[in-house]
């Protein structure tokens, strides 16, 4: 991996929306390790905390009548997390089609080894879980929902995440 301390911003060299995290006791079940359920609800809130960040236009039509159904989700265990580790959770997009988007989502653990705290340089990183999310744009009231096409502002949004250089977005006129 590249030695990104000498860049001037961090960001601008990786592909993935980061949301930091630190597992609480709240998190695990009683033999100390953490509950399944709990990767899922970092999944939505990473997503959400990118909504806020990169695409507070979205937030407004979600506010309006845009809904974000999510059609489809999983997460594969690699190694088990406890109680105060510190998480990296990585979204990426995976797909994004005229009225759906598909992210993945890398659950790295930070371990400072030799660095100065977790995520510095010289820090060691585990994988611990991969998740994949397939979401749906809906508009309309309740009871009436329809496919919508993703907003234009989420694409442009997502686009530095995208996890290869091939256009990805399939629209039609």
């Known amino acids: 991996m590249a030695d990104y301390a000498n860049?001037?911003?961090?960001?601008?060299?990786?592909?993935?929306?980061?949301?930091?995290?630190?597992v609480g006791f709240e998190e695990t079940n009683i033999v100390g390790n953490v509950?399944?359920?709990?990767?899922?609800?970092?999944?939505?809130r990473c997503r959400e905390m990118?909504?806020?960040?990169?695409a507070p236009e979205v937030l407004a039509e979600i506010r309006a009548d845009l809904k974000l159904f999510t059609l489809k989700v999983?997460?594969?265990?690699?190694?088990?997390?406890?109680?105060?580790?510190?998480?990296?959770?990585?979204?990426?997009?995976?797909?994004?089609?005229?009225?759906?988007?598909e992210f993945?989502?890398?659950?790295v653990k930070l371990d400072p080894g030799g660095g100065d705290g977790p995520g510095a340089p010289g820090a060691l990183e585990t994988l611990v879980a991969r998740g994949r999310q397939r979401v749906a744009c809906m508009r309309g009231p309740n009871t009436a929902t329809v496919p919508s096409l993703v907003p234009e502002a989420?694409?442009?949004?997502?686009?530095?995440?995208?996890?290869?250089?091939?256009?990805?977005?399939?629209?039609t006129a």
Not at 35 to 44: A, F, I, M, P
Not at 50 to 54: A, G, T, V, W
């Open 7 to 22: 860049y001037a911003n961090y960001a601008d060299y990786v592909d993935y929306f980061e949301h930091r995290h630190t």
């Open 35 to 44: 509950y399944y359920v709990n990767y899922l609800s970092w999944q939505g």
């Open 50 to 54: 990118f909504l806020k960040r990169h």
């Open 74 to 101: 999983d997460c594969e265990f690699f190694a088990e997390i406890t109680a105060f580790d510190e998480l990296s959770i990585r979204m990426r997009l995976a797909d994004l089609a005229q009225t759906q988007l």
């Open 104 to 107: 993945t989502f890398d659950y």
């Open 154 to 171: 989420l694409v442009r949004a997502l686009e530095p995440y995208t996890q290869s250089t091939e256009p990805r977005l399939r629209r």
